[in-house]
C-alpha cells in the first residue's frame, strides 16, 4: 500500500540519511526474500552481531549456543555494560554501567530498560531525562521511557525487522531477546563521538510549545505509543487487524490516533495511506511549515506544495508535535525527529489541519 513503504532501521548518520533519504524511503534497508525470511527466526535473524558481541567479550554464548532467542537476564545485561564501557574505552565518560537493571539478576530485562542503559552508557542519561521533562511539562503525560526511547531511537539503535518477520517485533515493556540486545551493543559499539554528539546538540533543543486541550487530547495519544514497532500495514495496538504483530506504518500510526481512537477529528480523514490522506483536501487547505500547528498531519516525498498528491510522490506521513517536532513511525518504530534539521524536513511537501 501506499506510504506504507518499509523503512529501513533508521541511522544515526542524518547527515548521510539527508543525502540519502529518497532511496531510504523508496528502497528500505535490508531486503529479504519470501523464502529467506519465512527461515528467520527470533534465534538467528542478527548472526552478524551475535558474532561481533561474542568477539568483543560484551556476551557469551550460553551451552554452546548463543541462544538469540531467550530472554536477556539482568545480569547478563549489566555484565555487557561493563564489557562494552571497557571495549569503548569509556569515550563518554558514562559511570552507570554497573547498576544493576534490575534488582533480581535473573529476572528478564525489558527492551525500555535495556535502551535506558545502553544511552546511559552512551553519556546521554541526561538528555534523555530533558525530553521527558520538556514532554510532561507540556502536559502530555508521557510513559516514563518516552525520553529514553526518543534518544534510542534517534541513534538507530532499534532494528526493524523485515515485513514477513513482523512477529519478532517488540514493544518497549516487552522482555528483550539476547539477539536484539546483541544488534543494538554492536551497532553501538561502531559508533564515533560524532553520533552522540549530533544526538547530544539536537535533542537539547527539544521543546513543546502550550498546548490546548484538543491538541492535548490527540498528542497524549501519540507520545503514548512512543518505541512501538513499525509494522507493514499496522493500525493498531495488538492484532486485532490481522497482522503478525501490533504497531503500525507511516499513514497506519496517524489512522491510530485520530481514527481508531474515536476522535472526532478522525472522521474528516477518508483515506487510509499518506497520498490518499494528503490528496483529499483542496489545495487551498494545504499549509506550509511556516503555518503548521500542533496536531497537524504532514506529509513527505518527492510532492512539492503544488503537486498533485499520488502514491509514487507522497510516501510518508507523520504527525507535528510542535516546535519543530514532529512524532512518526519509520525505520526506527514510532520516534520524534525534527522537521528541520532532518530528512523530514528535506521531503516535506505540505501539512493538514485536522483539529478545528
Known amino acids: 500500500m501506499g ?16 543525502k540519502l533519504v529518497t532511496a531510504v524511503l523508496l528502497l528500505g534497508g535490508l531486503t529479504f526474500s519470501a523464502t529467506a525470511s519465512a527461515a528467520l527466526t527470533s ?18 554464548d550460553l551451552g554452546g549456543s548463543f541462544n538469540g532467542a531467550a530472554g536477556l537476564t539482568a545480569a547478563q545485561a549489566n555484565q555487557a555494560m561493563i564489557a562494552f564501557a571497557a571495549a569503548a574505552q569509556s569515550p563518554y565518560g558514562a559511570t552507570s554501567a554497573a547498576a544493576p537493571a534490575v534488582r533480581a539478576t535473573r529476572s528478564p530485562v525489558m527492551l525500555q530498560a535495556f535502551d535506558r542503559m545502553l544511552v546511559a552508557q552512551l553519556g546521554l542519561a541526561d538528555v534523555a531525562a530533558h525530553v521527558q521533562a520538556a514532554t510532561s511539562a507540556a502536559g502530555l503525560n508521557p510513559p516514563g ?27 518497549p515493556t516487552d522482555p528483550i531477546t539476547r539477539g536484539e540486545a546483541a ?13 552522540t554528539q549530533d544526538a547530544r546538540q539536537t535533542l537539547t533543543g527539544y521543546g513543546l510549545p502550550e498546548l490546548g486541550s484538543n491538541e492535548l487530547q490527540a498528542l497524549r495519544i501519540a507520545v503514548s505509543r512512543i518505541g512501538y514497532p513499525y509494522v507493514w500495514g499496522g493500525t493498531t495496538d495488538d492484532t486485532s487487524d490481522g497482522l503478525a504483530h ?23 480523514i477518508g483515506g487510509r495511506t499518506a497520498a490518499q490522506q494528503a490528496g483529499e483536501i483542496p489545495r487551498s487547505q494545504r499549509l506550509h511549515a511556516s503555518a503548521l500547528q500542533p496536531g497537524d498531519t504532514l506529509f ?34 514510532v520516534y520524534v525527529l525534527p522537521l528541520r534539521g532532518s530528512w523530514l524536513g528535506d521531503q516535506f511537501a505540505w501539512g493538514r489541519r485536522v483539529i478545528y
Open 246 to 268: 501490533g504497531g503500525f506504518d507511516c499513514s497506519g500510526f496517524a489512522w491510530r490516533v485520530f481514527k481508531v481512537s474515536g476522535l472526532s477529528w478522525g472522521r474528516r
Open 145 to 171: 521511557y518516552y525520553g529514553t526511547e526518543v534518544v534510542a531511537r534517534y541513534l538507530g539503535l532499534r532494528y526493524n525487522h523485515p515485513s514477513s518477520s513482523d512477529q519478532l517485533e517488540l514493544f
Open 300 to 333: 513527505f516525498g518527492s510532492a512539492h506544495f503544488n503537486s498533485t498528491a499520488t502514491e509514487a510522490n507522497v510516501i510518508h506521513e507523520g504527525i507535528y508535535l510542535g516546535d519543530n517536532w514532529v512524532i512518526h513511525s519509520s525505520g526506527q518504530g
Open 43 to 60: 534465534a538467528n535473524w542478527d548472526p552478524g552481531s551475535q558474532r561481533a558481541v561474542l568477539r568483543a567479550g560484551l556476551m557469551r
Open 183 to 195: 544488534w543494538s551493543l554492536a551497532r553501538a559499539l561502531n559508533f564515533g563521538s560524532w553520533n
Open 3 to 18: 506510504t506504507m513503504t518499509r523503512q529501513a532501521a533508521s541511522s544515526s548518520a542524518h547527515q548521510l540519511a539527508r
